[in-house]
């Protein structure tokens, strides 16, 4: 089984890898980035998997173009203030961070699962939380041979795919696990849900949305924090 | 100690031999109700639950809300739990399988009292993960009795049982071998079959399990790896309907047992024959066991083991829950919101096939309790003027999910500060507060024990 990894971690460390998880677990193995790329262009990848990883979050109501610009001008605020306060060890001033997906990653994975998921897994993590966005199956897109292979991976072989998420963050010396996965796929992950308490995984709530305010003080932002939820996912979390 | 005699056939009765005080003491168990012997009472499965006592305490709690002055919470949804129903059936338990040890199923209802109770009562614990494992040794529990039974772990999972001491656990395949050599290489192993669970309602072996035609190779790798390998086990899956699968497991974990004295493993001592067992038909699939134990490992060699979960706490507890709001869709047709749901105690519903019952408890100022035919989900002909309301269900989520029931019918009209009560809600029913769209989900349990209060 290969897992290709891309982590970015903040402040701006970057590390490609590919992870291995052979017969004895998991090898991590750094490759150099290509050197068809300038730095500059480097970062901007990075940024990019940042902003695509974050937009997850975006209601489906709010997710046209025009609220997507809006949100990089958001993310690239938070993030100044998140490396300001790493740098300066002051404490983030936030109410909506009780939600864990609301805070920015310090770091940031793409997983390529090719035996099992057809797209690629944004994830991000804090110091105990790898949250993994499954990627959506019931898309419009696909032929309807490829949706049935993508549901029989999901349903079929959740044991592996899951065992492998489990280990690299456990490799990356986190503590939860928290799967985030897309409602209109709930169907397909029966399987999972009906054996969660068995595999020692919880369902968690979502945020309560009446309880959320708005951050951006100086209103020069078009975006706010209520374009942005987790409504659309169930969330189930597992011990690493 | 208590063996089992009894003829190869499935057969109406069965001999229970007691050797305890080293004399035989024969008790004869008919299929149809299980006497009495002079020491303990024993109760006929399937039995009434202990309703005088469960009513009593339903009612104190609900008379002590003031609805006008009550505090933040009061009204929350609340638990009954019967201790001395765990009693009972752990009597039941040793008069069906006396020579099966059962390990509870943690996650099946990790409430402390229950697991004090058990733990008194001399069962041991299966735990899926790290916090269950932390919870029933903080109960000072000998990691002996515990069994790690999580059919998906990580490496970490095999690292915490290294170092909480917890040496049973479980495999299916070859990669967990080689984790379990690594980092826990002194574990007691059980190999973990396949099993035909068509008819279950929670099947596990499509997920979980090797397949006998795969068992050579995994034998093949604890020899090369020297790993302890001391039993079997399988699980035929939760809600089973068609036992003949548990017979079949036993039959197919006695070809295990033959194989590796064929390979020349140390002969296996242990046989794990899962959970899965249900209130309803603990009595049948007992007796299936018993039979395919009889059968295929006659003699006191093996010990045997079991994973029961849902058996011993399902109908122990009763839930009972506040109608919180209602929105009239017309005459004879309401959507009620209780508080609680699939995010709070109910989460049995998504994740458990259940389908609880909500039977009316408290309406118009009157306790309805004991008329269980308050509500149906089948409506006949004839039933339409005696339930003449037609209801939906919902946890006080705005979630689509956050669903108790699409269709019931009731006999009263409910109306917004009402309660229903739930029975048989103990299996996976989760007792975390959880705060959910403003709704604190948290639930107190009462507890009773109808075998003390009735003394």
Known sequence: MIIIMIIVILPFMFILSIIIISKIGARDTAIQLSSNYSENEMIEFFWDIILLTESKFILPFYSNSRNFKSLQKLIVKNIGNLLNSLIHERKLNSSNLNYHWRKLGTRYTLVYLPLFFKDLIWCKSDSIYFHVILPQVNEIDDSSTTQLEKKKALTQNSKEWLLALLELAESLNLTMLRLYINRTDIDNISTLLRNLNWIGGKLVPNEDRSNIQSNDNDNCNEFNEFMLGDEHFVIIEFEC | ?455
Request: charged share 25%; with cysteine; aromatic share 12%.
């Open chain 2, 1 to 455: 100690m208590a063996s089992v005699k009894l003829d190869h056939s499935l057969g109406s009765s069965i001999t229970l031999v007691d050797f305890d005080n080293g004399s035989a003491k024969d008790m004869v168990v008919d299929s149809d109700s299980i006497v009495n012997n002079s020491n303990t009472k024993s109760y006929k499965l399937p039995y009434e639950p202990a309703h005088e006592f469960i009513f009593n305490s339903l009612k104190k709690r609900i008379e002590s809300i003031n609805e006008d002055t009550c505090a933040p919470g009061e009204e929350n949804s609340f638990f009954v739990c019967d201790l001395g129903e765990l009693e009972k059936l752990y009597k039941n338990w040793k008069l069906e399988l006396p020579n099966v040890q059962p390990f509870y199923a943690v996650k099946c209802n990790p409430n402390e009292k229950i697991l004090q109770t058990l733990d008194q009562l001399g069962i041991n614990f299966d735990c899926a993960s790290k916090s269950e494992i932390d919870k029933v040794l903080s109960m000072n529990v000998d990691p002996e009795r515990i069994i790690y039974a999580n059919p998906c772990k990580a490496s970490s999972f095999i690292r915490y049982a290294q170092t909480k001491n917890v040496l049973k656990s479980t495999f299916d395949n070859v990669e967990e071998l080689h984790k379990i050599k690594k980092f826990h290489p002194n574990s007691e192993l059980f190999i973990r079959i396949a099993t035909d669970d068509s008819t279950a309602q929670c099947r596990l072996s499509t997920k979980y399990g090797c397949e006998l035609s795969d068992v050579e190779n995994l034998l093949q790798a604890v020899k090369d790896l020297d790993l302890n390998l001391v039993g079997v086990a399988f699980h035929v899956g939760s809600g089973a309907s068609d036992f003949t699968s548990l017979y079949q497991a036993v039959k197919d974990s006695r070809y295990v047992f033959d194989k590796c004295i064929e390979m020349g493993l140390p002969e296996l001592k242990i046989l794990d024959i899962g959970g899965g067992f249900q209130f309803e038909s603990f009595h049948e699939s007992s007796k299936v066991v018993r039979v395919a134990l009889e059968e295929y490992f006659p003699g006191d060699k093996v010990k045997f083991m079991a994973e029961p979960g849902r058996y011993f706490v399902s109908t122990a507890l009763t839930l009972a829950s506040n109608v919180i709001a209602k929105r009239t869709i017309s005459n004879n047709e309401a959507m009620l919101y209780i508080n609680d749901g699939v995010y709070g105690n109910m989460n049995c519903i998504l994740f458990d096939h259940q389908e609880p019952i909500p039977r009316i408890l408290y309406h118009n100022n009157e306790f309805h309790y004991y008329d269980f035919e308050s509500s149906t989900n089948m409506l006949k002909k004839n039933d339409v003027s005696k339930y003449p309301q037609k209801v939906s269900i919902w946890g006080p989520t705005c979630d689509g999910l956050d669903c108790i029931t699409k269709e019931y019918y009731l006999k009263h009209d409910l109306e917004v500060g009402d309660w229903f009560y739930f029975p048989n809600l103990g299996a996976y029913t989760s007792t975390a507060a959880t705060p959910f769209n403003g709704f604190q989900q948290h639930s107190d349990t009462l507890y009773i024990n109808s075998l003390k209060d009735a003394l």
